[in-house]
């Protein structure tokens, strides 16, 4: 008898599936000119980051949001395994976010 078992899920097509990673909730977000350039003034860091990926995901939109932050500096540690590429693509749109920022490996700050 089968009303015990537990039917099995089936998953939509691959083109009707959702995009994975799922879009990052401020893509397309335009902010006025005063959020983008605060009236008080904003703020600027230089970071070095080893294998900081996952915390980096959170410090970023807390310090946008709360200091706050328009300008960021990425030393990445030449021991880093973590590629940060996925996580700064979100926050690359200077233009819609106006944060602009430069990820540095140890050929640039060395």
């Known amino acids: 008898d089968d009303s015990d078992r537990i039917p099995l899920l089936r998953l ?5 599936r959702p995009p994975w990673p799922p879009a990052h909730p401020l893509h397309g977000l335009r902010l006025s ?3 983008k350039n605060p ?6 860091a230089c ?3 080893k294998d ?7 410090w970023i939109p807390y310090h946008y949001h709360t200091l706050p932050l328009r300008d960021l500096v990425i030393a990445v540690d030449p021991g880093n395994t973590q590629s ?4 700064l693509d979100r926050w690359d749109r200077p233009d ?5 920022f430069a ?5 640039v700050y060395l």
């Open 12 to 16: 939509p097509p691959a083109a009707v």
């Open 33 to 35: 000119d005063a959020r």
């Open 39 to 44: 009236p008080g003034g904003s703020m600027a």
């Open 47 to 49: 970071i070095l980051v």
């Open 52 to 58: 900081d990926a996952d915390l980096l995901a959170e």
């Open 84 to 87: 940060l590429d996925r996580l």
């Open 96 to 100: 819609e976010l106006g944060l602009s």
């Open 103 to 107: 990820a540095w490996d140890d050929d």
